[in-house]
């Protein structure tokens, strides 16, 4: 059975470009978790898709970020435009039902420069 | 809130030594609490988690987990460590919703 998978593995972009990450979840799993890590502090929680639907996204940080998940298979998360601070490891996790364990893909790791 | 926290920035260990990574939580109800593991240039690999029933929690790699519920820890412990167990790890709680909140993760160094 595949894993989670993002694409790409490495992004590097100026301030205030545009980019656009990809996250396939394991087939089957609804639940779809979008995460960071900044700096290398903290991962933070950023969203949670069931299926197409936004369950949760409190932990989004402003509106320069977008994530979506139509026909609720993989999920982009764009970022436009991207800021200094937005550098750091971005993780997805999907999970078949709510409460299951997570499954995390490899990160895509953003400088912005 | 809930929240955990890992005390240690980094711990370090020779080969062979017992291995033990801490984690403390804290929670309102029952907690959910999980290990992850980071290897270099890797993705986050679930090692074990606790629900419910036994304390001690059997996990991958030879890894276990032991719930204290008096003293609202999950240590992360394994009794032989292998240079190959260097890497970072994440103690996590789960809320009600699958929201997962991780501690700063501890780096261990296994040394031959």
């Known amino acids: 059975e595949a894993g989670v998978t993002q694409f790409p593995s490495h992004s590097v972009i100026e301030k205030g470009q545009t980019v656009t990450l990809r996250c396939d979840p394991i087939s089957g799993h609804d639940n779809l978790y979008w995460y960071r890590r900044v700096m290398g502090k903290e991962i933070k929680f950023l969203l949670h898709?069931?299926?197409?639907?936004?369950?949760?996204e409190s932990g989004m940080p402003n509106n320069r970020f977008l994530a979506e998940r139509t026909g609720g298979t993989y999920s982009t998360l764009k970022v436009q435009p991207a800021e200094l601070e937005d550098s750091g490891v971005y993780f997805c996790?999907?999970?078949?039902?709510?409460?299951?364990?997570?499954?995390f893909g490899p990160g895509t790791r953003l400088t912005v420069l | 809130a809930q929240s955990v926290a890992q005390p240690e920035d980094q711990v370090n260990v020779a080969e062979g030594n017992p291995l033990t990574v801490k984690c403390t939580y804290s929670?309102?109800?029952?907690?959910?609490l999980f290990w992850y593991v980071q290897y270099p240039n890797r993705g986050l690999q679930f090692l074990l988690k606790y629900i419910t029933g036994d304390n001690l929690v059997k996990g991958s790699y030879g890894f276990e987990a032991e719930f204290n519920k008096s003293q609202t820890s999950f240590h992360l412990k394994k009794p032989s460590a292998l240079v190959s167990d260097s890497a970072l790890y994440f103690c996590?709680?789960?809320?009600?919703?699958?929201?997962?909140?991780f501690g700063a993760g501890t780096q261990v160094v296994v040394t031959p």
């Open positions: 898709f069931v299926k197409e639907s936004k369950q949760d």
């Open positions: 929670v309102s109800g029952n907690p959910y």
């Open positions: 996790a999907s999970s078949p039902n709510l409460g299951d364990t997570q499954y």
């Open positions: 996590a709680v789960r809320d009600s919703w699958g929201k997962l909140q």
